[in-house]
């Protein structure tokens, strides 16, 4: 038996596409196996000559799942670039728009996309390991989840003025005022998002003493963390400097997002588009870290929330106190998160400020160059924008969420195919976890190729002699 190459094409339930490559050994088991990301069409290129204060609706549309991220992002970077500080109510609005990102986003992951897995089991039948299979095993818990995303979708419908691409945010702050009934109408579906919350904690409590024994095999690594901070420490995931600990748990640097790049660095791989970021004094590979809802717990010493907070005290006892290094409870990190949001947007909306009308400061102070960072639903996004006394962009550099976990999703993607994955006869459910290892970093791989739409992942199976074994592609 000659060993062999599997390709899986496309890795399904996440969003966008790549492929996968699994090379095997002559004894059946995996050499290496790699995370492609293929497609690339140049949007950084693309908005060089644009004025910058297009942006929040340009960039709005490097990506249909996340267009809110890009287009706070894309505001932020205007405000410090044209020296437009927004009026306390505007970023109130702001963050209020996000927390309703981080909801429909973290609450359709959790129960949409990595519900098949959790709920109906890795290696349940492909036919119905789904949306569809999920509903008929759980129809009220599929409706409840339908109204956490439904909760988050309507703020930034109220916000954004009822459009996909939202016209909302602009530099110095936000062209829209929100109205007394619109808070309250944002208010009445909280408590339904909480419970529901609660629900989905209980699973992924539940499920993880069940697959104890999954979870601390499943892609367990150490890597640095990265993310935005509060003042003391806190989650924070509309603004603030951004933080990074290393394996330990330990801080290794603390900064405000503009010195971004005296911090981090891009490494290029010949066979990936996306490019990989680390930590500029320890080097590449060793300062490498990760984003997202693990990476920000990891690093956050606590949330300004109390659900959230009870909940994150139990996640940080999972390794002790130290950072919680398996793949798999992302997935945990996520709904904690998302709990966050929602306690969030009560708190937001309790603020005297947020029906405030001084929503836009429109004295420049123009400095041609202005850098916006967010904590999108999957990490940190940056912006950095360049441009002539004109205004018009003579740089863009974008560091997408994606981009930070590629070499974690990389890496992830190796181990689990070394654990799992087993010849002469590959099983289904052996690829399902390659693929599961991606999906638990929630990927968007439209937003991190910055093509337009949604792109193929696949996986292949290659024999040690390079020849082509199985090809799996799916949607
Ligand atoms: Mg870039
Ligand atoms: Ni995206």
Redesign the pocket.
């Known amino acids: 038996m000659t060993a062999r190459k599997i390709t899986i094409e496309p890795v399904t339930r996440i969003e966008g596409h790549a492929k996968v490559t699994i090379h095997m050994k002559e004894d059946n088991t995996v050499d290496r196996a790699y995370m492609h990301v293929n497609e690339f069409r140049g949007f950084?290129k693309f908005c060089e000559g644009r004025l910058y204060f297009e942006m929040p609706q340009i960039t709005a549309r490097i990506c249909g799942i996340c267009p809110v991220s890009h287009h706070l992002a894309a505001a932020k970077a205007g405000d410090a670039l044209s020296g437009q500080t927004p009026p306390r109510p505007a970023n109130l609005l702001r963050e209020l728009m996000h927390m309703g990102q981080v909801i429909q986003s973290h609450g359709m992951h959790f129960f949409e996309l990595a519900g098949p897995d959790l709920l109906l089991g890795f290696d349940a039948n492909p036919e119905t390991r789904n949306i569809i299979g999920l509903i008929n095993a759980n129809p009220d818990l599929t409706v409840k989840a339908v109204q956490l995303r439904k909760f988050g979708q309507e703020i930034i419908k109220t916000l954004g003025g009822r459009r996909i691409h939202p016209v909302f945010a602009i530099p110095g702050g936000v062209n829209k005022a929100l109205t007394l009934q619109e808070r309250d109408d944002i208010l009445k579906n909280s408590d339904a998002a909480i419970a529901t919350l609660r629900i989905g904690l209980q699973i992924i409590k539940d499920w993880a003493q069940k697959n104890m024994e999954d979870i601390n095999k499943f892609a367990v690594f150490p890597t640095g963390y990265f993310g935005l901070t509060t003042p003391d420490n806190g989650l924070e995931l509309y603004d603030g400097d951004i933080r990074l600990i290393g394996r330990d748990g330990a801080q290794l640097e603390r900064f405000p997002v503009a010195n971004y790049l005296d911090h981090i660095q891009e490494h290029v791989e010949p066979w990936s588009y996306l490019?990989f970021p680390f930590y500029k004094k320890m080097g590449y590979p060793d300062g490498v870290y990760r984003v997202g809802p693990l990476g920000r717990l990891n690093l956050a010493e606590k949330i300004d929330t109390p659900l959230a907070n009870d909940e994150l005290k139990i996640f940080k006892s999972l390794n002790k106190g130290k950072p919680v290094e398996n793949t798999l409870y992302y997935h945990y990190a996520r709904l904690i998160e998302c709990l966050f949001a929602v306690e969030r947007v009560s708190v937001l909306c309790a603020d005297p400020d947020i029906l405030s009308t001084d929503i836009l400061n429109t004295r420049k102070d123009f400095k041609g160059h202005g850098v916006g960072v967010i904590e999108a639903p999957r990490g940190t996004l940056i912006h950095d924008y360049t441009a002539d006394e004109g205004g018009k962009l003579l740089k863009v550099?974008?560091?997408v969420s994606t981009?930070h976990n590629n070499w974690a999703m990389s890496n992830a993607v190796e181990s689990v195919a070394k654990t799992y994955v087993m010849g002469p006869n590959v099983q289904e459910g052996m690829l399902n976890r390659v693929e599961a290892a991606i999906r638990a970093y929630d990927p968007c791989l439209s937003c991190s190729t910055h093509a337009v739409g949604q792109m193929p992942i696949q996986l292949d199976i290659v024999a040690p002699d390079g020849s082509l074994v199985k090809t799996l592609t799916r949607d």
């Open positions: 950084e490019k550099n974008l560091i981009g």
